[in-house]
């Protein structure tokens, strides 16, 4: 997991100019990102970068930003969480069953 002084606006908008553009949504006990609310597979699912935005000033304002993709039909996109406090459990739940594959070494937030 990644911790960045830019903001979540700011990396979402860094993952969206990577290929990250759909918006994965919390459907019950699983991730849905396709119209219609229709469920996808979690086995399908692979998280590639977990970011954790921390509030200066404002504890309410911890995040944590997954982007994920679908290996079946190659969609990737963004999944938002709270942290601390304000996560959202059932989230936490559908998360722990998805497989990281993330590599810390890559920081997609810093110019190279």
Do not use: C
């Amino acid at each position: 997991m990644l911790s960045t002084e830019k903001t979540l606006s700011e990396v979402i908008e860094i993952l969206r100019q990577r290929g990250y553009t759909e918006d994965f949504n919390l459907l019950e006990e699983n991730i849905s990102y396709k119209k219609g609310g229709e469920k996808v597979d979690l086995n399908d699912i692979v998280i590639d970068k977990i970011y954790r935005f921390t509030g200066q000033n404002d504890l309410d304002d911890e995040a944590i930003l997954y982007a994920m993709r679908n290996r079946k039909d190659g969609a990737k996109g963004v999944f938002v969480n709270g942290y601390g406090t304000y996560t959202d459990s059932g989230a936490n739940a559908v998360i722990s069953k998805i497989n990281v594959e993330e590599n810390d070494n890559d920081d997609w937030t810093v110019e190279k």
